[in-house]
């Protein structure tokens, strides 16, 4: 039935979008994948497209077809942060059609099962690595490297337009923008770049309703000034220190007002400098124990545990540092890339083995229609070859205009990320000073209180998930899947 209803659909816009390829290509299927022994929940789609044909700027997609119904449910977009992130980040350790199960010998291809989490059991979804030189995205002119916001908002833009003419049974799904960390800055303004596109009249014509941000960098005052309330809120400052820290800065945590100021900060930064930076309820590993620490667990060498629906594999390891700054995530001007990071001890140290495995692997790469790894390189989870500038400045003024359009928003914050502290999304949609409609409120799976939630006018949520790190999904597979299906639907979450 499914398939006769695409069939129809496609009929309906060979009609009347005689310029526009039938269906998805089919020189774009992925028919296979290493590491998979079983059928693919739906089909998937692959491959490149080009944003800007002088420099030869690739764009490089994994479209998963929903589970459910393909030509009425949701088409939306996942965009990780970094900046410098592969979208694969979401795809293979957050809420893509695949669990990732850890090879029986190093540098084995991980197995691959399927995840009853999936975001693609009730969405059309496409994983993007942008900016070009990120993930399996390239450039052949390397000056296309030099980059910022409003560039990628402005690729970004190309390639949906790009994508929906190579995939013409979606244009008429509703379409949705989504992302996390620093794709608080990603999707605000892509999102920006798609209303304007609407309103010029750009073909083809997006259907686009909303975005949601999960645990997202915002602007530099509000994110800058969470961290200070939330460490103390959590217990890992003392009242006292925060009297002295509340004192010497007046307030104005990110921007030291004075030496005392700074003197207080740095004690902060020390209490906390031995906590799992995107989770303060993880441990925080250290150099190579990482084996040693999973095996005394007693739990398979995977990513997730395969079954278990609240924990992350302890093999997906984070050491304590700094994505950005603590203070002032999203400064304007050049952000340090993650070699510059790294070479001062600040950025975490990432054990993506699973990930960086499979995706350097050649067998895989012709599978999903990859360049190979002699050509562009090989993959990286968040990639230094960027010189990126936060040239957008503050996301609210880009909040305020898209919700005053009508579109739905909804802002998420796992609970227990100090990365990017729930403190200071909940203050800055607050301060967008609209209307309360739905009062602060626990929201509820399974009986059980899984975060609180509170509703504006003007279509904006704002949402915590209990006892989340910084990448929601990865920590709350179910919880996650329940209110992206609320909310996608229209549902009350």
Avoid at 1 to 30: D, K, R
Avoid at 444 to 452: E, M, R, W
Wanted: charged fraction near 15%; aromatic fraction near 14%.
């Amino acid at each position: 039935m499914a398939l006769f209803v695409s069939s129809v659909f496609s009929f309906f816009l060979l009609v009347t979008l005689p310029l526009l390829t039938l269906a998805a290509p089919e020189s774009a299927l992925v028919t296979h994948l290493p590491g998979f022994s079983g059928t693919f929940s739906s089909k998937h789609y692959s491959g490149y497209i080009t944003v800007d044909e002088v420099n030869g700027r690739n764009l490089f997609y994994y479209f998963v077809v929903s589970e459910g119904n393909p030509a009425k449910d949701p088409v939306v977009l996942w965009l990780n942060g970094g900046p410098g992130c592969s979208s694969f980040d979401g795809f293979v350790y957050e809420h893509g059609p695949f669990n990732f199960e850890l090879g029986g010998s190093s540098g084995s291809l991980p197995k691959l099962h399927l995840n009853p989490y999936s975001w693609s059991k009730v969405s059309n979804i496409i994983y993007v690595d942008s900016p070009a030189g990120v993930g399996l995205s390239y450039s052949k002119n390397t000056s296309d490297y030099y980059t910022g916001d409003l560039k990628t908002a402005s690729d970004s833009h190309t390639f949906l337009l790009k994508w929906f003419q190579l995939y013409p049974e979606f244009q008429q799904n509703p379409f949705y923008i989504t992302g996390e960390s620093y794709a608080g800055v990603y999707v605000p303004t892509l999102s920006y770049e798609v209303a304007k596109g609407i309103q010029r009249g750009d073909k083809p014509t997006l259907n686009f309703k909303g975005y949601m941000v999960g645990n997202g960098v915002c602007d530099t005052t509000y994110d800058g000034n969470a961290l200070v309330p939330f460490v103390h809120g959590m217990g890992l400052i003392s009242d006292d220190l925060f009297q002295e820290v509340n004192n010497a800065c007046k307030g104005s945590y990110w921007n030291p007002v004075n030496d005392g100021c700074e003197n207080s900060l740095d004690k902060v930064d020390s209490e906390i400098s031995g906590l799992n930076i995107y989770d303060i309820l993880e441990p925080c590993y250290h150099g190579s124990e990482i084996r040693e620490v999973t095996q005394k667990s007693n739990l398979p060498l995977s990513f997730r545990r395969l079954g278990e629906t609240n924990r992350p594999m302890p093999v997906r390891k984070r050491i304590f540092g700094r994505a950005w700054p603590l203070r002032a995530p999203v400064r304007d001007g050049r952000v340090p890339s993650w070699n510059e990071l790294g070479s001062l001890g600040v950025v975490p140290c990432m054990n993506d083995e699973v990930a960086s495995t499979w995706l350097n692997n050649e067998a895989v790469r012709s599978a999903i229609h990859a360049q190979p790894v002699d050509s562009i390189g090989e993959w990286e989870l968040c990639t230094g070859k960027l010189d990126f500038h936060h040239d957008a400045g503050s996301m609210i003024k880009y909040h305020k205009n898209l919700t005053l359009l009508g579109y739905r928003a909804l802002i998420y914050s796992g609970d227990h990320d100090m990365c990017v502290p729930f403190t200071g999304s909940e203050a800055w949609t607050r301060s967008l000073g609209y209307n309360i409609t739905d009062t602060w409120r626990p929201w509820y799976t399974n009986d059980q209180v899984s975060g609180y939630t509170q509703g504006y006018a003007h279509n904006l949520s704002f949402l915590t998930i209990k006892g989340s790190g910084h990448t929601v999904p990865e920590y709350k597979p179910q919880e996650a899947l329940a209110f992206y299906t609320r909310w996608l639907t229209g549902q009350k979450i």
